[in-house]
């Protein structure tokens, strides 16, 4: 279950980059949709990131996946 899997991430620069690569993933096949975004805000609250912090890396991984 992802409270279980995120207990294995202990640093905050863990936690962060392994959202930031779940993030990225999100955008494989060039869209993020509602469920992949409920289940990133899910495991960045289990990791301690707050909703503002994720959707940063959200908007982040969205300019740079997106506007090509």
Not at 21 to 32: H, M, N, T
């Amino acid at each position: 279950n992802i409270p279980h899997i995120c207990a294995v991430f202990e640093s905050k620069k863990s936690k962060i980059s392994t959202l930031m690569e779940l993030v990225a993933l999100g955008f494989v096949d060039g869209k993020l949709v509602p469920q992949e975004r409920e289940l990133l805000y899910e495991i960045a609250h289990h990791f301690g990131i707050k909703r503002e912090e994720t959707d940063s890396y959200i908007e982040w991984a969205a300019r740079l996946y997106l506007d090509k």
